[in-house]
């Protein structure tokens, strides 16, 4: 490229660094990538005629230099180990480059997901959740304890909580989240770096009895909590300012239990936000003497309306997810096991729900077949879990040449299992956590959490 | 370290800044940088004289390895370079260089985590295998193995830095009293000896005399501990009759009798567990004795200075007890916090008590909240070890802790101990109890935890770590 190398006679703007003992020369565009925050910066602004001269490893930086130079790190940085490349990186206040590089979401690639790593946990209990951040940082509940992994899953930190086992975790920050119990009061924020309860957030129900955590989610700037009181005749979803040292907004789904009416008020045990429609996804089920029954609701946060909701009695969910870019509710059927969706913008129809699959097994009410599935949306894809295996759902995009001998439906999902022969045949999943651009996923009974990726894309 | 400023240098550190060529290589760092090293290292040294010559100072010495020390120096971590070495080759080298203590620094393991420790390694003696005592009382993660009548030493790289043979056949107690002399003892033979490591001489002996009473000799000695200027160690003659001698560690004579006890019924029988508590002053002694109708045994606190014992418990104590028939199966002493845990027998369960506010019943229990780790019944063959505020339990061949979920500094100042809330959770996994022998004891010492089994050869060792230790199964 002739601007590059014109660039050269310009001289001001070249730049020669001293690392170590080796001289290095870039530009001041170059090192100005590096952003205000970062010692790069600073030297890309000296105008002294003296070479800068910076005490560290030589080797390394050459290696964040292509990466500055690139936002690519070059092959060669695989003959050093991630845990050196980060630690001089945060010396250079390169990490966030680092981590956009290597652990970055738009790297996800669902098609090509492979079983890559298994990460290990001490002690005998085996993971209850998992919750990821965006950068592929994952906390892992097992017993009373967390477990923290860093992005780059190389580092790991345990703290014990109060809780006998944690049922439901949230990742606010790579060192903070949001942990409850279905056998515990409160929802505490803990600082995962310490071990410390930073706060202890209630529900002030009326009964004054204990509230337990049955659901945790957040928007981003609101963090929502479903609680039920200790008596398990009221519940709630709590919304909380996540900017303002988590203090309570607004209540909202507030239901109480008259009588034998079990159904007039169900916890919601999955909460999940819809950014596109900032709207608040509610569903929660119990199991009685005529089949599993449920409800999904979608909130109106601000107003505290119920927007849309459905009350499930035939082949109620297993579980429910929604996702934002297929603009689709999907669910798994808890007698059939099949994947169902909802377009949400027909969600006015009588029924809803469109059967991926064979719809009939959902009228027998006696089967199990979706029990313990779980589903969640990644981007463009439905990840549903059966027994050991994980279903990936993708849309298939048809053009607008439709001809009735291809017996299309309006909208055309397809269904692939993920990974190869040697991983069927596993214990059951229990969690399944998307972060960075990996796939994590529990199994019963395992004392591990496997990592899923591609295998070009694992460092 | 001088600070961040040696990172970066300006035109005004220019003079600061050093060349250093190592076998061919060339290296340029700051005096700054040097200097960190320690004032008698040989880097400081250089980093002294370079003002004079504008050549970089040579080093004839492997500039690989070179490279792994001076990022030491410069980040206070090891790279992960360092991996390509033995740990004998980087020590070698450190202290060539003047920078072992920086180096040992580095490669310690982290602090001892229960919750989050692994089984890194057994040290397996070459002969004689099966450990009967061993010491980690240096405090920096080394540890002394008595096996049969041979004491190998592990320093603390965990590599093997000599072995001695004593001559006792079985040496069934064992204390490093001095960084070079461990005092050893033995339930088949009489007296208390002193061996100086690394010469592998036999350097003294202690034997329990009375000239009163012709019946106290060939004592043997149960369990030794120190304190900075004593040892302390239980004594039992054939006919039972028991006592507690201080000796004076530099002489090596006896300065004190203590406790001296009939031992005619399990409760005064010889103390088999001894420990110095130094900020009271205090010794404390324990034996458990198992016989037909369950555990029987005893917690002493004697004042060495007055030799006047101060407090004691027996169980199974009085029936008014709610916990009667339910003795405890072992004690240990938290030095660190000086509180004292106990194991029950039947119940299994933890009691606590607080060594400053000592009353006739003093135990607080911790309690079980998980359901999944309730009732586990009998703990007859338990072992208590507490280390770094943490108490490390056996039971049979598995073992767990119990820890305390963090809390704020006040409750803790307060000794507030009904708030004090411990946690039990496993330190090993399946895979790591199944088809071992029965944990019969466990020492902390630095961040790793030592345990041996009964007949297992070797000496198991515990550490946490903060790598993620994650496998590819690509």
Partial sequence: ?459 | MEGQNSHLTCETQARDRIKLNVGGKLFETTVWTLLSAGPDSLLAALSARHQDNEDPIFIDRDPEIFTVLLYLLRTNRLPSTARRFSKQELTEEALYYGVESRFKLAILPPPLVGIDASLIETIRPASDGFPTAFTAGAGDGSVWIAHGGQISGYDLNLMHAGTIRTHLNSITSIRRVWPEVAAVGSNFAAGLHFYDFSSGRHIGSTHWTDSTDPRIYKAKVYSITDSSNSVFASFDCSHRENCILQIDKSTLKIASEIGRLPGNSTKTVVPRKLTFLAEPGIIIGSSVSSGAFGFSGYIRIWDPRSGVMVWETNEPGSGRSSRFGDSFADVDVEVEESTMFKVCSKSGDIGMADLRNLKDDPWIYLEEKNPSLRNMGGEENSVIHCYRKQVFVSRETGLHVWSRVAQSEENIEKRDFERWCYRRNYVDKVEDYKEKGMIRRMEGGGDRLFVSRERVEGLEVWESSDLSGAISVL
């Fill in chain 1, 1 to 459: 490229m002739p601007t590059q190398f014109q660039s050269i006679r310009k001289k001001p703007d070249i730049i020669t660094i001293n690392v170590g003992g080796q001289l290095f020369q870039t530009t001041k565009q170059t090192l100005t990538l590096a952003g205000s925050n970062s010692l790069l910066y600073t030297i890309s602004l000296s105008s002294s005629n003296i070479v800068p001269f910076i005490d560290r490893d030589p080797e390394i930086f050459s290696i964040l230099l292509s990466l500055l130079r690139t936002s690519n790190l070059p092959s060669k940085a695989k003959t050093i180990d991630l845990q050196d490349l980060i630690f001089e990186a945060e010396f250079y206040g390169l990490g966030e480059l680092l981590v956009s590089s290597l652990s970055n979401p738009s790297q996800f690639e669902a098609f090509n997901l492979e079983r890559s790593l298994v990460l290990p946990l001490s002690g005998r209990d085996s993971p209850s959740v998992i919750s990821t951040t965006d950068s592929g940082s994952l906390h892992v509940a097992h017993g009373s304890k967390i477990t923290s992994f860093d992005w780059s899953l190389k580092k790991k930190s345990t703290i014990l909580t109060h809780f006998t086992a944690v049922d439901s975790l949230l990742a606010i920050s790579p060192c903070l989240a949001a942990a409850g119990a279905t056998d515990f009061s409160g929802l505490q924020i803990l600082d995962l770096k310490r071990g410390f309860v930073r706060e202890t957030l209630n529900w002030e129900n009326q009964t004054k009895s204990d509230c337990t955590v049955q659901a945790i989610g957040s928007s981003g700037n609101h963090l929502f909590t479903s609680f039920e009181s200790g008596r398990r005749n009221s519940n709630t979803i709590m919304v909380f300012d996540m900017q303002d040292s988590f203090s309570p907004v607004s209540e909202i789904a507030h239901g109480e239990i008259f009588g034998a009416e079990l159904d007039s008020a169900i916890p919601a045990t999955k909460l999940q936000w819809v950014p596109g429609y900032n709207l608040l996804m509610a569903a929660g089920s119990h199991g009685g003497p005529s089949g599993v029954m449920g409800n999904i609701r979608l909130w109106d946060v601000r107003s505290g309306n119920v927007h849309w909701g459905i009350n499930e009695k035939i082949d109620c969910f297993s579980d429910v997810t929604v996702s934002d870019n297929l603009s689709a509710i999907f669910k798994v059927g808890v007698s059939s096991g099949e994947v169902y969706f909802a377009d949400m913008r027909k969600l006015d129809a009588v029924n809803p729900w469109i059967c991926l699959g064979d719809g009939r097994k959902g009228l027998f009410k006696g089967k199990k077949e979706g029990a313990g599935c779980k589903i969640e949306s990644h981007g463009n894809q439905v990840f549903c879990s059966k027994q050991g295996d994980v279903e990936l759902w993708s849309e298939v995009l048809i053009g607008s040449t439709r001809d009735y001998e291809d017996e299309l439906d309006e909208r055309v999902f397809r269904k692939n299992v993920i990974g190869r022969m040697k991983d069927s045949g596993q214990s059951r999943i229990t969690n399944l956590g998307f972060g960075g651009n990996r796939m994590v996923v529990t199994r019963k009974d395992q004392q591990s959490v496997e990592v899923w990726q591609s295998a070009s894309k694992a460092y």
